[in-house]
């Protein structure tokens, strides 16, 4: 029962990506009225632990703000030394609101689980189990 449980939350997942990539296809080619894309973002860590993140302003060189303690704790001082991260467009808009924005982040961390701790980094919304999880 629970593959089919797992199953059905990949197709979601699948879903909601392609859908939300329709969108940012179209996006890429525009900008809003101040010439900036606003985009949610996730950063793929080295332990494949993942942080996702809004930027409001279209900044390409914006990381997030993972707390820097959690990721630390993860890797010894010499993987700290040479250390690699990704940065992926997961949804961008040149005309939403900030709060279309803050809603879909929310929307991403919930879907992808980078609220649980053996997942990712997001500690907010506070990441609850479902029953077949736990």
């Known amino acids: 029962m629970a ?15 392609m859908l939300t990539r329709l969108s940012s296809a179209r996006a890429m080619s525009e900008s809003g009225p101040d010439g900036r894309v606003k985009v949610v973002y ?13 930027d409001l302003t279209g900044s390409v060189n914006y990381f997030g703000s993972a707390n820097s303690d959690l990721v630390a704790a993860d890797f010894t001082p010499a993987q700290r030394r040479d250390f690699m991260v990704r940065k992926e467009i997961l949804w961008e808009s040149a005309t939403a609101s900030d709060a279309e924005v803050n809603r879909r982040e929310i929307e991403f961390i919930v879907a992808l689980q980078a609220n649980d701790p053996t997942r990712g980094y997001n500690r907010w919304p506070k990441y609850r189990p479902k029953p077949e999880e736990s």
């Open 42 to 54: 996730r950063i793929t860590y080295p332990n494949g632990k993942i942080y996702v993140g809004k």
């Open 3 to 17: 593959m089919s449980n797992q199953r059905s939350t990949a197709e979601w997942i699948e879903s909601f990506f």
